[in-house]
């Protein structure tokens, strides 16, 4: 049997990942259908919706098979138990792509990619891209020269093209320039998401959207000399078309990411800059919007309604209990009572602040008041910049065997009688895990006050298509 490189609580960590977050996380497309949520997927039989997920939980009705998050990788994406695990985690974010569930005898060629007609002119176009979002008429003409934005002749919706080395279509989506009714966006059929509407100048900075307009209108906002730069819009979160970018241009190696100011927007850059940091990019900024995103900012820039940035709670919780902890000087001999009465009383800003003090105490070398609290300042900022939002997505009652099982590992570290210099470092590394988790907790508990104290605002179905649902 393969080593498998994970301890027992990661693997529960994993398993208990929260399946519709991390999914919409990837640009799958779900639908809710009243608690739970159907998976939208297509193969070359057609388009199907027999899986449904709620939570970590998750059923497919038409191959008569379900089970918990690792599963679900296994057989949707066709991964092995360490790859699912380290995706689950967070600990590597690779390009997945659906296993395709094809019945033979049902099975067709893929439809080749072809782009809609073009319109004769691009009036419609225009006029909603310039009244109604703001966008600067040159920027709109630079593009439509270029042959990377037109107006198609059948519904006048604005295509949006991805061209690539070659200077061929491979991308393309649709965007209604309809201001009544139900807006429509979607992605062309058979489209390279390698590709995707963009612009290459001769710097090395490259900005990244997750959709055209966000694009068009950070370029509106900051037009002087813009053409000297690179961007490029996702159409989504997917970053196939950003790592494509970067090896056609080697040029470009400071990336600025300017997704939406809300949860998926945040999630949504810290996983694409982990997606970079594998791929060798470390120079990389985040760009925030001052309102949701940057069509509104341009909106309020001419005096529209704009909407806001949307507050990420979990995300502001973790930082500010982080933030909230205090330095005391440990006391080793009475480490292991502290750390039971409060977790017995579930007291967990408490028991992050004892444990984050032993974690400092077991670190150093020379036991001074001075050496510690330096350790513990410099361990705090280390919960809140390893803190990877899109991958805390847990349940509570995860959260809870998760800290408790991390209880036994350090009372059995703190309970050896004699420690050499490596079992000290082990022992405030599991003191720092157990700090790192009892911080998330606390933070959950609040995140979960505070959706309480809110009135629902929407309980009509919805549409979590990712690939689709920007700009």
Same mark, same amino acid.
């Given at each position: ?78 991964? *092995? ?23 033979? /005898? ?14 004769? *002119? ?43 080395e070659n200077g061929e279509p491979k991308q393309?989506?649709?965007? /209604? ?32 959207? %997750?959709?055209?307009? *966000? ?110 902890? *205090?330095f005391y000087r440990c006391v080793p001999e ?42 513990? %300042? ?57 700090? %790192? /988790? ?22 009509? %179905? ?10």
């Amino acid at each position: 049997m393969a080593y498998v490189p994970f301890t027992q609580e990661e693997k529960i960590a994993a398993n208990s990942t929260d399946l519709v977050s991390f999914l919409q996380m990837r640009g799958e497309r779900l639908v809710r259908a009243g608690r739970e949520h159907k998976l939208i997927y297509k193969d070359a039989s057609g388009t199907h919706d027999s899986i449904m997920i709620r939570g970590n939980v998750w059923r497919d009705y038409k191959n008569h098979v379900g089970g918990g998050a690792i599963r679900f990788m296994e057989h949707f994406y066709g991964m *092995d138990f360490v790859t699912a695990v380290r995706e689950l985690l967070g600990i590597s974010v690779s390009k997945c792509r659906p296993i395709l569930r094809v019945d033979e /005898s049902k099975q067709t060629e893929k439809k080749p990619f072809e782009l809609p007609q073009r319109n004769t *002119d691009m009036h419609r176009v225009f006029a909603y891209l310039i009244k109604q979002r703001f966008i600067d008429a040159d920027v709109i003409a630079h593009f439509a020269r270029a042959g990377a934005l037109y107006e198609d002749a059948d519904h006048h919706n604005a295509v949006f093209v991805g061209f690539d080395e070659n200077g061929e279509p491979k991308q393309g989506s649709l965007r /209604s320039t309809s201001t009544y009714g139900k807006t429509f966006r979607i992605t062309i059929e058979s489209s390279d998401t390698s590709y995707s509407f963009s612009h290459f100048g001769e710097s090395n900075r490259l900005f990244v959207f %997750e959709a055209p307009i *966000d694009m068009l209108s950070f370029i509106t906002l900051h037009k002087k000399g813009w053409e000297k730069h690179s961007y490029i819009a996702m159409n989504g979160v997917y970053e196939s078309a950003v790592l494509k970018a970067l090896e056609n241009h080697k040029r470009l190696n400071r990336i600025y990411l300017c997704t939406d100011n809300d949860e998926g927007g945040i999630d949504a850059a810290f996983r694409l800059k982990d997606i970079l940091n594998e791929h060798g990019c470390k120079d990389i900024y985040r760009v925030f919007p001052k309102n949701k995103d940057f069509n509104e900012d341009l909106k309020a820039k001419n005096g529209a309604y704009a909407l806001p940035a949307q507050r990420y709670e979990r995300f502001e919780n973790v930082m500010e209990k982080a933030d909230e902890l *205090d330095f005391y000087r440990c006391v080793p001999e009475r480490l292991v009572s502290r750390l039971q009465a409060t977790a017995k009383n579930e007291q967990y800003e408490y028991l992050a602040e004892y444990a984050l003090a032993g974690s400092a105490f077991f670190a150093v070398r020379q036991h001074t008041e001075h050496t510690e609290k330096d350790m513990f %300042e410099k361990l705090r900022s280390k919960l809140k910049h390893d803190y990877k939002p899109y991958s805390d997505k847990l349940f509570r009652h995860t959260r809870i065997t998760q800290l408790n099982d991390l209880m036994k590992t350090v009372y059995r570290d703190l309970n050896l009688r004699a420690r050499t210099r490596e079992q000290e470092i082990k022992t405030a590394q599991r003191l720092f895990k157990l700090a %790192e /988790s009892a911080v998330r907790l606390s933070a959950d508990i609040k995140t979960s006050e505070q959706e309480k104290i809110r009135e629902p605002t929407d309980t009509q %179905e919805d549409s979590c298509d990712m690939l689709s649902g920007y700009g």
